[in-house]
């Protein structure tokens, strides 16, 4: 079945404690992304790669770091997370990015709390 | 900086009835999509449509791109409660082979039995 899968779905931890979450494709996308969902503000970008070892910032990166080193895989890092990171998460992929017509597939999201 | 409006932020009807939902913004986009998102999942793509006034069907879901490419709506026809759930509009912008994918906040659409 092709899918995108975050993991993990819910996280609860403290201020300052470096966490990572997963994103995993199997369909061969070449461009992945991780958005941040928030009541009222909508799905924004915050990093992107438009293949292996090609990442670009989104639309809000402060504080997040990411890395391209499979085509599978696409990882998301809080270094020092903090409570203003407390949100949804999503990984989506694309066969191809910048294209008019391509459809992004998502994750089912991870649930982040920085208490 | 740009302006996306999705209208109204939410909705809450009884089944059985029509509603329609807008994207509307001042900027002229390549195409728009439309995604469905439920509670706990993560947007699902609806449809796509890149020519102005261009309209598709998905069953009972109509989807209109507006003549000048600013704007789109969704009409459902006798809702159900299956169409529960978060509307995104996330229309293109750009030339060639660079068009940046941009999100309104979306309809909260709940359909009662």
């Known amino acids: 079945e092709a899918q995108v899968t975050q993991n993990p779905r819910y996280l609860i931890t403290v201020t300052g404690k470096k966490l990572t979450v997963t994103c995993s494709q199997n369909m061969n996308h070449e461009y992945m992304s991780w958005y941040r969902q928030d009541p009222g503000l909508g799905l924004r970008q915050i990093y992107y790669s438009m293949n292996v070892e090609v990442t670009d910032k989104g639309d809000v990166p402060e504080g997040y770091k990411v890395s391209r080193k499979e085509k599978r895989n696409f990882p998301l890092i809080l270094e020092s997370p903090s409570p203003n990171q407390t949100s949804l998460y999503f990984c989506a992929s694309s066969l191809s990015g910048p294209r008019r017509d391509t459809e992004a597939f998502f994750g089912q999201g991870t649930r982040l709390t920085v208490v | ?113």
């Open chain 2, 1 to 113: 900086t740009q302006l996306l409006e999705q209208s109204p932020q939410f909705l809450s009807i009884q089944e059985g009835e029509n509603l329609t939902v807008y994207c509307n913004s001042s900027s002229v986009f390549s195409s728009l999509q439309w995604y469905r998102q439920e509670p706990g999942e993560g947007p699902v793509l609806l449809v796509t449509v890149v020519t102005g006034g261009e309209v598709k069907k998905l069953k009972r879901l109509t989807f209109q791109f507006g003549d000048a490419r600013k704007d789109s709506s969704l009409h459902i026809t006798a809702a159900q409660p299956g169409d529960t759930g978060l509307y995104l509009c996330a229309p293109r912008k750009g030339v060639d082979s660079n068009y940046q994918l941009i999100w309104g906040a979306g309809t909260k659409l709940i359909i009662k039995p």
